[in-house]
């Protein structure tokens, strides 16, 4: 069978140039941030140097799993943590494979606050939120088990600055370990997000109330991490229209105006924001909203995410809907994916089953690269 005709740049913006600050770009697709659950006890592990350096190319940009913050930003198994020098240490060999591809990388630094359970953190204390409302029984994402949480701790106003020190400490070290910049997680119902949302965020201090109360904190790490290590290097992502964890919002549309006009402020270099027809992480669905009004007011690069595929992916560039998109699911199925949509080459299914285990290599560093090698790639 003859291999695909490649397609030309005209007609697939998606494999064009782009400049991100001082970043040279060679295409526009994205790795998302992808939680693996393969850093066993919370550090980076060996197997993730073939794992990221298999979905690095030249001048593509790489967003790390979502990657704790503190020992009491844990809600997973075996997510990897930032706030330890054994970890960073750790993180090191994975960041220089990345680089040694060309590939540029952005560890995405977190906290899932009362998305947890006394089991992660430290002497079996409750996970801390905005609030003490608990969290109702979430089903995984592999649609089979069912995750009970403990109730959360409402963290005081004057805890609130030693958290914005956990993300300014692990932007520092992630810039130690080597990483370009850092994406602060402030979407999908994590520590951020609950104090954004009004349907979560049920303070009465200076944290809650108005929509500026609620952007207050997120807006204080944004501060912090840009002073530590420059705007040039930090962005971050947001999910105003999801309700990711019982996370809603009864005006997602002015919460995301709001946060992408203050994010101006501080000259970041990235806003990644998920698209309103993603009510969950699997479930894709009709939706008036759009993302063009947070585009068209933030100053900095726009990347969309949120289940798209090449087609999606071409529009939203052609159309100017966003400057880069990211991928999910399709890229952990197709390490070369930006070669494959190069190509119009097909791609390789994704295993919802392997999503989550801790097999080092199964679901992880197994799927299939193109045979075909050709010269109009995106490398």
């Avoid at 003490?132 to 009970?148: E, F, M, T, Y």
């Avoid at 609130?160 to 602060?184: K, Q, S, T």
């Amino acid at each position: 069978m003859a291999a695909p005709a490649a397609t030309s740049h005209q007609s697939n913006p998606l494999i064009t140039p782009y400049k991100m600050g001082t970043f040279n770009l060679s295409h526009r697709v994205v790795l998302a941030p992808l939680t693996r659950q393969r850093s066993y006890n919370n550090v980076p592990q060996p197997h993730a140097v073939l794992y990221y350096s298999q979905r690095a190319s030249n001048g593509g940009l790489l967003v790390a799993e979502a990657t704790g913050v503190s020992d009491t930003a844990q809600g997973y198994p075996d997510t990897p943590g930032i706030w330890t020098k054994e970890q960073v240490k750790a993180w090191k060999p994975i960041v220089d494979a990345v680089h040694a591809k060309g590939g540029i990388f952005f560890c995405q630094i977190w906290h899932v606050g009362r998305v947890s359970s006394s089991a992660y953190q430290p002497n079996g204390q409750a996970p801390v939120s905005s609030t003490d409302k608990p969290l109702a029984p979430q089903l995984r994402s592999n649609g089979i088990d069912v995750v009970h949480h403990t109730p959360p701790r409402r963290l005081s106003s004057d805890e609130i600055p030693d958290i914005v020190n956990d993300f300014r400490v692990a932007a520092r070290n992630a810039i130690e370990a080597g990483f370009d910049g850092v994406e602060i997680h402030g979407a999908h119902g994590y520590l951020l997000e609950q104090f954004m949302k009004d349907k979560v965020n049920n303070r009465t201090d200076e944290y809650g109330g108005s929509l500026e109360n609620r952007c207050r904190f997120p807006l204080e790490v944004v501060e912090a991490v840009v002073d530590e290590i420059g705007g040039d290097r930090v962005g971050i992502r947001l999910s105003p229209f999801a309700e990711y964890s019982d996370c809603g919002d009864s005006n997602p549309k002015q919460l995301g105006l709001y946060m992408v006009n203050a994010l101006n402020k501080y000259g970041i270099l990235y806003c990644h924001m998920v698209e309103p027809r993603m009510r969950t992480a699997a479930e894709r669905v009709e939706c008036p909203h759009s993302l063009v009004p947070m585009r068209k007011a933030f100053n900095g690069t726009f990347i969309a995410a949120g289940g798209y595929d090449r087609e999606d992916g071409i529009k939203a560039i052609a159309e100017n809907r966003a400057d880069l998109v990211a991928y999910g699911r399709w890229f952990l199925a197709n390490p070369d994916l930006p070669k494959r949509f190069a190509l119009n080459a097909p791609l390789n299914q994704y295993n919802r089953e392997t999503f989550y285990i801790s097999d080092p290599v199964l679901g992880y560093s197994d799927y299939p690269f193109l045979h075909e090698e050709s010269n109009s790639v995106a490398s």
